[in-house]
């Protein structure tokens, strides 16, 4: 059975009816053709003369060769197999070794809706193709010209949903992170609570606020979204607290990409100095702290979900997990319905 | 520019900024206080200090 059919499958490659990040904007150069694995797909992204930037199966309508391997036509990508030509709305516009044939014309080739925010490429994966995408809505850090925004990329070799533990699990910077240049300060012991919000909810400490990793809200809609602050020291200069939007994709089972903005609301010549800075130096800091959560993250044991011992710490964790198992059980029955009966036909 | 005024100056910029002086007249007064100067030997001024922080900040996302 198709892996992404199943309850098991969706929560391993991500559900669907969501845009998820495939990669970062230059990753998809002019003129190339780029193959990617994600969220259970096998994509081929290309830019068109245009740049405007199209997301297909990376397999040739007539006998499935990549498409990856073929030629870019500006307009349109050919087969290198037998030069079927396809264009971005997926159609076969040309039938080289047999013109006029029945393929030539027909829109075969699945094509994803693709859109580039933030310096990444995003593409929905519906549940339903031939239904149209849910509005791309990113989190305001990312979204507004009052904040500054680095985009920090990154592919690990752990499953995607330990980096969504790992992301819904802010006490681990008091202890893992806790010699970093963010997180040293706060207690270590610390009472959560969940507060429920349109779309997901915020899971925050109860008795400390603006010291360490305090609060993480996630958002789950036509997207899966992380937002979390982290307090900047005075070295960090004027400005608010160190902001991550994070979005995750599925490589494979053992393997995801994260897409980590680093943001401050920041404006003026403190915006320039927040990006001098943070080009500078803060970066490599701030990614040292993710080195440590990778490592962490690749070492962890493939069952990890099947033999655990939570306490209250973890109830984001256990939240977050039971919202998208019910989603996954509820997509994966639908993408194994059988099909309605064709209607009797009336005499 | 070689990297090592930016990192000189970001130094001097953090250790200013570590002391709580977050303020426009509070950083130019540090920093001239400090060695780093802009390029032409000058002290700082808050036009000068700013004009150089555009500069550094590197191309706009
Ligand atoms: S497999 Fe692509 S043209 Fe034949
Ligand atoms: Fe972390």
Redesign the interface.
Known sequence: MNPLHTTEGLMQFGLRDRWYPLCPSEHVRPGQLARLDRAGEELLLWRDAAGVVHVQEDRCPHRAARLSHGVHMGDRVACNYHGVQVDAEGTVVSVPGSPGCALEGRRVLRTFPAREHG?AVFAWFGLDESAPPAPLEVPGPIAGEEW???LCYVEWDAPYRYSLDNLLDPMHGAFLHRNSHTMFAGKREAVFQIRATDKGFVFEKTDQRGVNFDWVELTEGGAQWVTLDIPY??????GGPFTIVAALSAISEHRHAGFFWRCRKVS??Q???W???Y???LEARHFAVLEQDREMAEAMPADAWDRENLYQHDIALVRMRRLLRAEAAKQAARLTEPAAPAPVPVA | MPASYENAFGDELEAVYGRGVHDLPGIVAALNASGVRPANGADWTESSFTAELARLSGTEN
């Open positions: 310096g500054a925004h680095f020291p005075d070295t960090a200069g004027p003026g010549w915006r320039d100095s990006r001098f800075l080009r500078n130096r």
